[in-house]
């Protein structure tokens, strides 16, 4: 599925039978300019799918702040000019996504920021908890995070629910027959477990819903035998805003955070008609 179409199923959703109040009020053929402003400071996203939006329907786009860039409150990120209807009819699914889109790489440039501040080799990452990725993942990166898988075809991900039914060692051996280029992670909630997956060859442990202090234990026994510099540590679960500092100063490699996508708070993002053109 390409971008485009993938937007339209979002257009497509708001108005099914097109724009009526539009239609109704605004005559046939008038142009007009308008401008897609900025109501707050954050990190602007979503400036490539809106300018798609509007494009397929003849609109003339100018982009004004590009995606990623920071931006503050009253600045123009796009200027428009196009058949009034089709602005209009554009509009909202526009905003929503650059809303969305937006307030996912603001979160993510503030927590990566404060990760970075304390320990720069840590990167911030997002999880598979959205039925939006195709957005949201790209706003995870605009952000300056790491998408983490995008779908469940990407890489290897042995969770709880797995080993119910198939023993660790087991797991890990039947992935990486499967495949040599998937990368092979396990979700571990135990120090026994996370030393068995390294052993195992896991390239990826996930140290699931552990304190600060049981991520530490679990760490320094990696190093006593040997095993931490082969494999990378995921640290998730109970991380939030307010205690991701606290998990950023352990020798961990990526704190993922489910929060990033499915606690979204939208960015305000406003358009404006200029007038007739």
């Known amino acids: 599925m390409t971008t485009i179409t993938y937007l339209l199923g979002f257009l497509e959703e708001d108005a099914p039978f097109g724009d009526v109040t539009s239609e109704a009020v605004i005559p046939e053929g008038i142009k007009a300019k308008a401008v ?3 109501k707050q400071e954050g990190v602007i996203a979503g400036v490539e799918e809106a300018k798609a939006l509007f494009e397929h329907f003849g609109v003339d786009v100018d982009v004004k702040k590009l995606d990623g860039e920071e931006v503050k409150r009253g600045d123009v990120v796009l200027e428009l000019v196009g058949n009034a ?3 209009l009819l554009v509009e909202r699914t526009a905003l929503n996504v650059m809303g969305r889109m937006s307030g996912i790489a603001t979160e993510v440039r503030r927590l990566a920021e404060k990760v970075k501040a304390v320990n720069p080799k840590v990167r911030v990452a ?3 908890k ?3 990725k195709p957005i949201d993942k790209r706003a995870i990166l605009l952000g300056g995070g790491e998408p983490h898988r995008f779908s469940l075809s990407d890489a290897m991900l042995i969770k709880d629910n797995h080993l119910a039914l198939v023993p660790l060692e087991e ?3 039947r992935a990486r027959a499967f495949s040599v280029y998937k990368v092979v992670e396990v979700e571990v909630e135990s120090l026994e477990d ?3 997956a390294v052993r195992a060859g896991a390239d990826v442990v996930m140290l699931d819903n552990m304190t600060p202090g049981e991520i530490t234990e679990t760490i320094e026994a990696l190093k006593r035998e040997g095993l931490r510099d082969r494999v990378k540590i ?5 991380i939030t805003p307010e205690n991701i500092e606290e998990y950023a100063k352990l020798d961990i490699d990526v704190i993922s955070l489910g929060y990033l996508t499915h606690s979204v708070k939208n960015f305000d993002v406003s358009l404006e008609i ?3 053109v």
Do not use: D, F, M, N
Not at 234 to 238: I, K, M, R, Y
């Open 194 to 196: 996370a030393i068995r």
């Open 234 to 238: 995921e640290v998730s679960g109970g």
């Open 126 to 128: 997002g999880t598979r």
């Open 274 to 276: 200029i007038g007739k």
């Open 171 to 173: 797991a890990i051996r």
């Open 36 to 38: 897609i402003i900025a």
């Open 85 to 87: 209807r089709s602005i």
């Open 130 to 132: 959205t039925l939006l």
